[in-house]
């Protein structure tokens, strides 16, 4: 019986970082095991990564970052509710419970994307093929209507749904982990209406969540996008998104987005990530599963007979017993 088809995007988040997460970056892309990475244009490195990534000519998109280090926008030049006393981002969980608490304006957080698609430009000469949010800010409420606005004014037709199919289910994962991770994908769901409404695109399914740094392996990847695809009609043709942190680890003080590197970034968890993506198992596992990699643009050139990336299998996504 034929394998439903996918095609499976690889994205390598915050290109930017420092010179060494870039490094195993841009190994992992000359290697064939990443087809995409998210630039961080408030990172330490965001200057030499765009020249990297216009010298091996990878598609590169725009983390966008609302949660960590310093703004590149106005915000800058005075206060903000985007920001500490310190001047810097309120941080993952800072943030997320200032919009909670209706503390952030959003006519700042308009400010800042558009100050960071800006900056985007400025680096690398074009507009980003794909923006996605750092830590998923993204898809916030009230958060996700004013980046769908933003996209739309600069011309951006890609983003990220991180919207992983039984995440709620992976045991594996560390309590405070799952916790957030579940809250990211109800985030996301909740995201689906203004991000359609703005003429957003997406891949059919995110997988990611469930194998983020030490958590990443060959059967783990294959086991997410396997969940990704029940209930698929066979035959059927399926574009999906591994998200991934590859990298050598960070030595402080060099990296970060203005306050040095965190630990995630200094651990032994990139490095895994990296080695676990380049390793030929993953790819001779995605070749067995019927995976195509291929880049983000790729997926404009759909073959006769595919739905929009987003549009088509959206409902099968949506289940709330898959939250």
């Avoid at 630039?39 to 216009?54: C, F, H, K, T």
């Avoid at 280090?69 to 941080?91: C, H, I, K, N, Q």
Wanted: glycine share 10%; proline share 7%; aromatic share 6%.
């Amino acid at each position: 019986m034929a394998r439903p088809r996918v095609r499976l995007v690889i994205t390598a988040d915050d290109f930017g970082y420092c010179p060494r997460r870039d490094e195993g970056i841009v190994e992992a892309f000359l290697a064939g095991a990443v087809t995409s990475a998210s630039l961080l244009v408030n990172g330490a490195a965001a200057e030499s990564a765009a020249e990297l990534a216009r010298r091996h000519q990878i598609p590169t998109g725009l983390h966008a970052n609302l949660s960590e280090g310093r703004p590149v926008g106005p915000a800058r030049r005075g206060t903000s509710s985007l920001l500490s006393p310190e001047g810097f981002f309120l941080g993952k969980m800072g943030f997320r419970e200032a919009v909670a608490a209706g503390d952030v304006a959003l006519s700042q957080v308009r400010e800042e994307l558009e100050a960071q698609l800006s900056r985007f430009q400025e680096l690398l000469g074009r507009n980003p093929t794909h923006v996605d949010g750092h830590q998923h800010v993204h898809v916030l409420p009230g958060v996700c209507q004013v980046f769908a606005e933003a996209l739309q004014a600069h011309g951006v037709r890609f983003t990220r749904l991180p919207l992983e199919r039984g995440i709620g289910g992976c045991t594996w994962l560390e309590a405070p982990a799952r916790a957030f991770a579940c809250a990211v994908a109800h985030d996301a769901s909740a995201a689906v209406g203004p991000f359609s409404r703005r003429g957003l695109r997406w891949t059919d399914a995110f997988v990611g969540l469930s194998t983020c740094g030490r958590h990443m392996s060959v059967h783990r990847v294959s086991g997410a996008l396997a969940r990704a695809l029940e209930g698929t009609p066979t035959g059927h043709s399926l574009t999906a998104e591994l998200m991934a942190h590859p990298g050598y680890p960070s030595v402080p003080p060099a990296g970060g987005c203005g306050e040095g590197p965190d630990a995630f970034s200094c651990s032994w968890e990139r490095l895994h990530e990296l080695h676990v993506l380049t390793e030929p198992t993953l790819r001779a596992r995605l070749a067995q599963d019927g995976v195509q990699l291929c880049a983000l643009h790729d997926l404009d050139s759909k073959r006769p007979g595919e739905g929009v990336p987003g549009e088509a299998t959206l409902e099968t996504f949506l289940e709330p017993s898959q939250l």
